[in-house]
């Protein structure tokens, strides 16, 4: 806890108690100073009176204490519950040196957090009756209730939840980590960084097991400091001045992101944070500033420039960029607000942690256009370590393999029938932990339409017999060929190879005759000339004949 200094005793009232873990009846001592001591037991069943309302009368018992001004400060903010005793409603203490119950704690954050109080139909708490009360006439059960479906208190419904038990610092700092919407920050410190952390507590050892995140959270973020002596004392109680003062401390100025990481890397997803600013309204604030800041602690962006007078604006927004206009590189940072009050009095709220994570993307295609049979080749490069990336074809998704886990991924596929003719955009999806990017790249499968034609022999003399042979691809459906003027059909003689036959004509001029061939498919044709030659006979292998 921040440092809190041994309390001053000038009030006419001071409350002592001791730590009992399951204490259900509060017994408060009154004092004069001169020892003389008269007991009382505040009973929850006595008979109630005028209903509560939001303000007590200012309590006789706080002046000139240490803790006065925090106090001072939640009253004023009408979140305060002391004891009115039950014949002179006019008259109110805070009891400010005696330790607060889990109840008081759980009531005055859910408060202060402006958590509304409940009313379920039963009590979800079986040692919490809605006649519960924190003192005489002030209601406590339905604000317990409000704190439990707030989500800030670490006690789940159906278990008991010992209202009245005095509330150890350990468990004080595990509602306010709730309160502040740092729970799952405080769960995702390694092992490793907790222990680092609460090395400088020789009693580190006190600490629960199951509070160890959150004291460590808390002293990362400077919510806790421990004591001179380098102790954390997480079992000893908290009283209830030291309750308002890490509580004013804490709330005073709040300031929430919107999202705990945001990736400005120009694909136009998360690409800035919106912060959240809250005060407590009559604070009268004068001054206020807003920064990010490096683990140092070293502001690397103001909002506030100059500190311009007036109140925070309800919300501010944040690129990636520091003060001079650079943009900053993936990392953890943390940001801060501060206020002063017309007093000058500074308060600062919880210095929480942002992560900025570039997720890019960056892939391509090789080739782009593809008959079937040909390979094409997608390539990655993912920055932050991506899980995964995923090509979405219109049959079915494919892995991509990463050759560099995490950084590099490549996917080789032989184009065939899988994707239909034209162009496709095939989308890569790249998932990170807590982020998804994609692009599109174009992919066009063209026909397979392909022809090998030839004339067998060739060349050729009158009378021959000629064979027009013809390979072409799987998906032609007819093939012709077109010769002297006149068309063969050509007939598929097995797999690929189409055949017809044509003659040469006798009295043919030598020379050489263009032999078109053409196959055709479903959806087109295509086409290809073979040059044939003819001769004319050779004399010597003509035969005469006499006739009458």
Not at 276 to 283: D, F, G, I, Q, V
Request: charged share 20%.
């Amino acid at each position: 806890m921040a440092r809190i200094p041994a309390s001053g005793r000038s009030g006419k009232i001071v409350v002592q108690s001791g730590c009992r873990r399951h204490q259900e009846v509060g017994t408060i001592k009154r004092h004069c100073f001169r020892g003389a001591a008269l007991a009382f037991v505040i009973l929850c069943a006595l008979a109630p009176g005028k209903a509560f309302c939001a303000g007590d009368p200012w309590y006789r018992d706080v002046s000139g204490h240490w803790a006065y001004s925090y106090i001072r400060i939640l009253w004023e903010e009408s979140v305060t519950d002391g004891y009115i005793p039950s014949h002179n409603e006019n008259t109110a203490y805070y009891m400010p040196d005696s330790e607060a119950t889990r109840a008081q704690l759980a009531t005055l954050l859910c408060k202060v957090f402006a958590l509304p109080p409940c009313y379920p139909k039963s009590p979800s708490y079986p040692d919490v009756p809605k006649s519960y009360q924190l003192f005489w006439n002030k209601p406590g059960w339905p604000w317990i209730e409000g704190a439990l479906q707030g989500g800030i208190t670490f006690v789940p419904g159906g278990q008991r939840f010992y209202p009245s038990s005095y509330i150890t610092r350990e468990d004080a700092v595990e509602l306010l980590i709730r309160s502040l919407d740092l729970a799952d920050y405080a769960l995702s410190l390694a092992g490793n960084e907790v222990s680092e952390i609460l090395a400088r507590f020789y009693d580190r050892g006190s600490i629960s097991q199951a509070r160890r995140n959150s004291m460590a959270c808390a002293v990362r973020l400077g919510i806790i400091q421990g004591y001179e002596d380098g102790s954390v004392r997480p079992r000893a109680c908290m009283s209830r001045a030291e309750a308002a003062t890490v509580v004013a401390r804490s709330c005073l100025i709040r300031m929430s992101a919107d999202r705990p990481c945001f990736s400005p890397d120009g694909d136009g997803i998360d690409e800035s944070v919106t912060f959240a600013l809250t005060y407590l309204r009559n604070r009268g604030i004068s001054v206020w500033q807003a920064a990010v800041q490096d683990s140092a602690g070293r502001p690397l962006y103001v909002f506030n420039p100059g500190e311009q007078p007036g109140v925070p604006p309800p919300a501010l927004s944040w690129g990636g960029a520091d003060s001079s206009g650079r943009l900053m590189p993936s990392g953890q940072y943390y940001y801060q607000a501060w206020v002063k009050d017309r007093a000058n009095r500074q308060f600062f709220s919880v210095r929480r942690p942002l992560v900025l994570e570039r997720h890019i993307l960056d892939a391509w295609l090789s080739p782009c256009i593809c008959r079937d049979g040909d390979v094409f080749t997608f390539g990655a490069r993912t920055q932050h370590g991506a899980l995964s990336v995923t090509a979405f074809f219109p049959d079915r998704p494919r892995s991509l393999i990463p050759v560099t886990p995490y950084t590099e991924w490549t996917l080789s596929l032989t184009m065939s029938p899988f994707l239909s003719l034209g162009t496709h955009n095939i989308v890569l999806k790249a998932t990170f932990a807590d982020a998804r990017r994609e692009v599109s790249l174009p992919l066009t499968r063209v026909e397979d339409i392909w022809l090998s034609p030839s004339v067998v022999p060739n060349p050729a003399t009158w009378g021959q017999q000629l064979a027009l042979r013809c390979d072409a691809a799987a998906a032609v459906t007819s093939a012709e060929a077109t010769i002297f003027g006149s068309t063969a059909v050509l007939s598929r003689t097995g797999g690929s190879r189409w055949q017809g036959s044509a003659t040469v004509p006798w009295g043919l001029a030598p020379g050489y005759y263009p032999v078109a061939f053409t196959v055709r498919t479903a959806a087109s044709a295509a086409q290809q000339t073979v040059s044939l030659q003819v001769k004319g006979p050779d004399v010597g292998s003509l035969t005469y004949f006499l006739s009458k």
